[in-house]
């Protein structure tokens, strides 16, 4: 019986740990299908005894490709052994292991390959699977868990990477909240809240310490609000113009010749581009602007709109029969005045028609022949006296009196008066 005896000598540190131990073998002729492996502590000369104090595992295979797995969950000795039976050969040999996962070449042999490697547990990180990290719980951790152990994402900092960095110091204004950025205390500002909050109210000045308003050059007031120089920082001025300042703190504008506006962003036509037409004469008016002069019959900015048909000539005198707009006003207040007046008349003939007459009676007597009819109301008679008659009988007789007196009224009827010319 051929033993493939496998010596592997592993220096490590001496810690807990946690992890697997993995062998592959990849063979071209099986010729037993059972492997013994034994994990022991360290020995200068290999005694394959039962001795497997740190591990032991036997297996079948029934391919020429197999991984064995044992795990191990103790403190690992500075160095240790491994033997390894199979195929009835022996091989003995010294290597350091590293807990990477990539498999590290050892040998060929008897034409079979045989590699090993160590991965770790979960949770469980470095080259012997030593390093215990577990993954943030908590949404202050910033970290990740590497071969190292804990690894803090990039601006954090601290035991469980729950401090943040901040490169430029928050000072003693404020704190650092995050990774560069600062959280800054009251009546302070900036990116390391080195910058003071000026007076509320200060529009164009900046402070050296807080609730305090220092101008700007060109400002000036307790708020900084009062500008010294407008020219300098707000010069409206087009064309070649002028700033002035004025005693009010606005700006003026002087401007070229050829130039006018409130910030001589105009610029003044001439007679050559001013074009009057129809007859039109240019000329240049108090504003040193050029204006059009227009005959009779033309008028508008450029004498381009007619106004007067040449038809409407006086033949005799050669002018124009001109009805320009304030005679037809004229014509239209005239007609409104006749109007009220007619109604006023209208009003003044219907009134009198209706208004009761009154009349003065001195001889009053009933004859057969009456005229001028006239039926009123009693009350409504005027009169000055009777001589001879009254109204007194319930029949419209007249009864003789000698005395003054009024006709009363008679239950609010309607009589009929006759009385003669």
């Known amino acids: 019986m051929i033993y493939y005896i496998i010596l592997l000598l592993v220096i490590i540190s001496n810690v807990f740990s946690k992890g697997v131990f993995q062998i592959k073998i990849n063979t071209t002729t099986l010729i037993s299908s059972n492997i013994s492996v034994c994990i022991k502590e360290y020995q200068t000369i290999v005694v394959d005894d ?80 030593s390093k215990l990290c577990y993954p943030p719980i908590l949404k202050t951790e910033h970290f990740i868990c590497t071969d190292s152990g ?108 050829e130039f006018f506006g409130k910030y001589c962003e105009k610029k003044k036509l001439t007679c050559n581009e001013y074009k009057c037409m129809n007859g039109g004469k240019c000329l240049i008016d108090q504003n040193k602007a050029p204006k059009c002069q227009c005959n009779k019959i033309f008028g508008g900015k450029y004498c381009q709109i007619k106004l007067i048909d040449e038809s409407n000539m006086n033949l005799n005198g050669g002018h124009l029969l001109e009805m320009n707009i304030i005679n037809i006003m004229l014509l239209i207040v005239i007609a409104f005045i006749l109007i009220f007046v007619l109604i006023l008349f209208s009003i003044f ?39 001879e008659e009254s109204t007194t009988s319930t ?13 009363h009224q008679f239950d609010r009827n309607y009589y009929t008066i006759c009385y003669d010319y």
């Open 50 to 129: 039962s001795s497997c104090r740190l591990g032991q595992k036997n297996f079948q295979i029934n391919s020429n490709f197999s991984i064995i797995s044992i795990p191990f969950d103790l403190t690992w000795p500075k160095a240790h052994s491994l033997i390894l039976k199979f195929n009835f050969t022996t091989y003995k040999n010294n290597h350091q292991i590293s807990g990477k996962t990539n498999w590290l070449y050892e040998t060929t042999l008897n034409n079979s390959l045989i590699e090993y490697r160590i991965i770790c547990s979960q949770n469980y990180y470095g080259n012997d699977c």
């Open 150 to 257: 804990i690894q803090c994402d990039e601006g954090w900092s601290g035991k469980r990477c729950d401090i943040p960095i901040c490169k430029q110091s928050c000072g003693k204004n404020g704190k650092c909240v995050a990774p560069d950025k600062c959280y800054c205390y009251n009546l302070f500002k900036g990116e390391t809240c080195q910058e003071c909050i000026p007076l509320p109210g200060c529009q164009n000045g900046y402070c050296n310490k807080r609730n305090e308003c220092i101008c700007k050059e060109g400002w000036g007031g307790p708020l900084c609000n009062i500008n010294l120089n407008p020219c300098k920082t707000k010069n409206r001025c087009k064309n070649g113009g002028i700033c002035k300042n004025d005693k009010d703190g606005n700006t003026l504008c002087n401007c070229p010749l």
């Open 349 to 387: 003939v219907y009134r009198k028609q209706h208004t009761p007459k009154k009349i003065i009676i001195k001889d009053l007597r009933i004859t057969k022949k009456m005229e001028n009819l006239y039926t009123l109301e009693p009350e409504n008679l005027q009169f000055q006296t009777i001589n």
């Open 395 to 407: 029949d419209n007789t007249l009864v003789k009196s000698t005395e003054k007196t009024n006709i």
